[in-house]
């Protein structure tokens, strides 16, 4: 079992930056694919970025270039670092983790809320 633990949320204007952290326990996270997503009111939860076991990252268009996923494997925890924030960004971001023989993501964090205001 995974227990995945999101911090980092708040409020930025617009142009601002954040750091989102996944503090993760019972399996390591470089044996684990890791993955953030994010969920606007009144939309669907949508892909924003992912990590494989291998250090190979995966970006939505919609992130590309603004957002870098990353992790440290001595804390045990992958980070998603946002900059030039807009408000399309605001949005409940959520860390995920599925193990390498998975093919969807199976464990979740509770959230984290990020607000861009313009």
């Known amino acids: 079992q995974v227990q995945l633990v999101e911090s980092g949320g708040g409020l930025v204007q617009a142009g601002g930056s954040l750091r989102l952290s996944c503090a993760a326990s019972?399996?390591?996270?470089?044996?684990?694919?890791m993955g953030w997503f994010r969920q606007a009111p009144g939309k669907d939860r949508e892909f924003v970025a992912q990590?494989?076991?291998?250090?190979?990252?995966t970006y939505a268009d919609s992130v590309k270039g603004r957002f870098t996923i990353s992790r440290d494997n001595a804390k045990n925890t992958v980070y998603l670092q946002m900059n030039s924030l807009k408000p399309e960004d605001t949005a409940v971001y959520y860390c995920?983790?599925?193990?390498?023989?998975?093919?969807?993501?199976?464990?979740w964090g509770q959230g984290t809320q990020v607000t861009v205001s313009s």
């Open positions: 990590l494989l076991w291998n250090s190979i990252a």
């Open positions: 019972g399996r390591t996270v470089s044996e684990l694919h």
């Open positions: 995920a983790a599925r193990q390498l023989t998975e093919g969807s993501y199976v464990y």
